[in-house]
Nanobody, 125 residues
Framework: QVQLVESGGGLVQAGGSLRLSCAAS????????MGWFRQAPGKEREFVAS????????YYADSVKGRFAISRDNAKNTGYLQMNSLKPEDTAIYYC??????????????????WGQGTQVTVSP
């Protein structure tokens, strides 16, 4: 069992930056692939970024490529999503998810086994 807790969301102006954190608890948390997803009001949940359990093979949605970066510190059982050059259309609740153990990353939300509660990101014009 893995528990995930996101933090780092908030209100930022367009062009600004935020770093989201995803703290994982559980004996084998570092062996899980990680994904970030988001859901804006009235919209479907969408994939943002993912990486393997080792942090290799990062993959990004086209809408965030070049602006967002996924990383993790397995010694701290924490994953991160660095978000730069934020746009109003990035406004959403952001969720981290874990898949595994030793799972490969995926762009499909249904492939993930555990989810955090979400953190709100609001980007003002």
């Amino acid at each position: 069992q893995v528990q995930l807790v996101e933090s780092g969301g908030g209100l930022v102006q367009a062009g600004g930056s935020l770093r989201l954190s995803c703290a994982a608890s559980g004996r084998t948390a570092s062996s899980y692939a990680m994904g970030w997803f988001r859901q804006a009001p009235g919209k479907e949940r969408e994939f943002v970024a993912s990486s393997s359990w080792s942090g290799a093979s990062p993959y990004y949605a086209d809408s965030v490529k070049g602006r967002f970066a996924i990383s993790r510190d397995n010694a701290k059982n924490t994953g991160y999503l660095q978000m730069n050059s934020l746009k109003p259309e990035d406004t959403a609740i952001y969720y981290c998810a874990a898949r595994g153990p030793w799972g490969s990353s995926s762009t499909i939300g249904g492939a993930y086994d555990f989810w955090g509660q979400g953190t709100q990101v609001t980007v003002s014009p």
